[in-house]
T-cell receptor, first 116, second 116 residues
Framework: DAGVTQSPTHLIKTRGQQVTLRCSPKSGHDTVSWYQQALGQGPQFIFQYYEEEERQRGNFPDRFSGHQFPNYSSELNVNALLLGDSALYLC???????????????FGEGSWLTVV | AQSVTQPDIHITVSEGASLELRCNYSYGATPYLFWYVQSPGQGLQLLLKYFSGDTLVQGIKGFEAEFKRSQSSFNLRKPSVHWSDAAEYFCAVGRGSLDSNYQLIWGAGTKLIIKP
């Protein structure tokens, strides 16, 4: 059973460029969230997708956008990259639905983005 | 606003010694609390979670945590650490609906260093 997979694992971009990061959720999961983790900090919630729509959004500018496909996979797009966008981008998946024990969020290993 | 504080940036413990990592949270309602561990190349792994009920929660790898509402704390403990426990540990609180679209608000993490 594959867990959450992300690609690419590492990439380097130049200021002003655009980047697309990809995520496949854990098998059977239908909800995908994206987090940004700057060096030495905890992750920060970017947004969450369910049924191909953005359901929640954290405090991130519109340069950050996303998409969820019918197979539940997701993309994170960042436009007009800034040096401060350098971080580990984590994808997380979970399953919508009622559970007495709560839904566990599973994380991928992340995509390291360096902006130079 | 909800927040999570991990007061210790680094903790050094001798192998075989006991461990306690501190976590304090600020949240208006009954919190959903989590501890995750992050190791290089392994992403974020859930150690344990508290949603309700017994305030002492058992997790994987011999970890446990105790929810103390009066102190707004959810400290992580392990009676005897192993060198393989060296990693970064994150405390998080869930905001949103427990059975679907909750997002995680994270502390800054505590890096655990094991002395041989």
């Amino acid at each position: 059973d594959a867990g959450v997979t992300q690609s690419p694992t590492h990439l380097i971009k130049t200021r002003g460029q655009q980047v697309t990061l990809r995520c496949s959720p854990k098998s059977g999961h239908d909800t995908v969230s994206w987090y940004q983790q700057a060096l030495g900090q905890g992750p920060q919630f970017i947004f969450q997708y369910y049924e191909e729509e953005e359901r929640q959004r954290g405090n991130f500018p519109d340069r950050f956008s996303g998409h969820q496909f019918p197979n539940y996979s997701s993309e994170l797009n960042v436009n007009a990259l800034l040096l401060g966008d350098s971080a580990l981008y984590l994808c997380a998946s979970s399953l919508e639905g009622r559970s007495s024990s709560g839904n566990t969020i599973y994380f991928g290993e992340g995509s390291w983005l360096t902006v130079v | 606003a909800q927040s999570v504080t991990q007061p210790d940036i680094h903790i050094t413990v001798s192998e075989g010694a006991s461990l306690e990592l501190r976590c304090n949270y600020s949240y208006g309602a009954t919190p959903y609390l989590f501890w995750y561990v992050q190791s290089p190349g392994q992403g974020l792994q859930l150690l344990l979670k508290y949603f309700s009920g017994d305030t002492l929660v058992q997790g994987i790898k011999g970890f446990e945590a105790e929810f103390k509402r009066s102190q707004s704390s959810f400290n992580l403990r392990k009676p005897s650490v192993h060198w393989s426990d060296a990693a970064e540990y994150f405390c998080a609180v869930g905001r949103g609906s427990l059975d679907s679209n909750y997002q995680l608000i994270w502390g800054a993490g505590t890096k655990l260093i094991i002395k041989p």
